[in-house]
Every structure is written in structure tokens, then in C-alpha cells.
């Protein structure tokens, strides 16, 4: 059996955004905590913590909402599976929304958003778009 440590987070994120949830649990992997720190740097999540534990981490993450309680985060969707592998170079990496969506690459330099790639000229790939 095979898991996908990123889906599993968005899978997190997209059911405790669509029934509201302030905050949500989950297990931790390195993988994760460069997703969120994306994520929390563009604004879509509140801030998230690593709590340490045994026999595994888990990260707790506050999401973000509106002043009128709607959702800042609308969709965010897997874009590179485990079935087909997505890249892109940093010259092709396409806006999502016209800017007001981002997407999350893996590049050589680490995890970045689609902006950052694009200001380092790093490609890679493209792991998750949220908008």
C-alpha cells in the first residue's frame, strides 16, 4: 500500500475548510510542514505548530476565515500524483487566477510557491494549486 503524505494533507485541509473547522490535527512529515509554511506565508491558513510526541508528531493547524466566516482557501487540489508526475520550468509556470491563487512546486532549492520559483528561475514539481 502506498501513501501520498501530501494528499492526505490537503484531504485535512479541504474537509475542515468545507465544514468550517477553526483548527484540525494531523500526523507530521518534513514534506507537510514545507507545504503549510507555504501556505501560511501567502495567507491562506492561520499558523500551524509541530507538537512533539510518541510515536509521531503531529501538527496542529489553525485555518484562516474571513471576517464574515467565509473561506480565504476556495479550492486547493493535487496537481502531481503518484500516477503522472506534473513538472514544469520556471519560465512555464503558469499564474493561477491572474495572481490570486498560487501553486506549490518542489524545486532543487527546497518547497516554494510558483512566485518564488519564478524570482530563483527554478522548475520542478508542481505539487498542489490553491486559489
Known amino acids: 500500500m502506498m501513501t501520498d503524505p501530501v494528499a492526505d494533507l490537503l484531504t485535512y485541509l479541504r474537509n475542515a475548510n468545507t465544514v ?3 483548527s484540525i490535527h494531523m500526523p507530521a512529515s518534513k514534506l507537510k510542514v514545507a507545504v503549510l509554511q507555504i ?3 501567502e495567507g491562506f491558513i492561520q499558523s500551524f505548530s509541530v507538537e512533539p510526541g ?3 508528531s503531529q501538527l496542529k493547524v489553525e485555518l ?3 471576517p ?3 473561506s480565504v482557501m476556495r479550492s486547493i487540489d493535487r496537481v502531481s500524483k503518484p500516477g503522472r508526475r506534473v513538472y514544469a520550468k520556471a519560465g512555464n509556470i503558469p499564474p493561477v487566477l491572474r495572481g490570486l491563487g498560487i501553486y506549490v512546486l518542489s524545486t532543487p532549492r527546497g518547497v516554494v510557491s510558483d ?3 519564478r524570482k530563483i528561475n527554478a522548475g520542478g514539481e508542481i505539487l498542489c494549486k490553491v486559489c
Open 20 to 22: 468550517g473547522k477553526k
Open 39 to 41: 501556505l501560511q506565508e
Open 54 to 56: 510518541t510515536p509521531r
Open 64 to 66: 484562516r476565515f474571513g
Open 68 to 70: 464574515d466566516g467565509e
Open 115 to 117: 512566485r518564488t520559483a
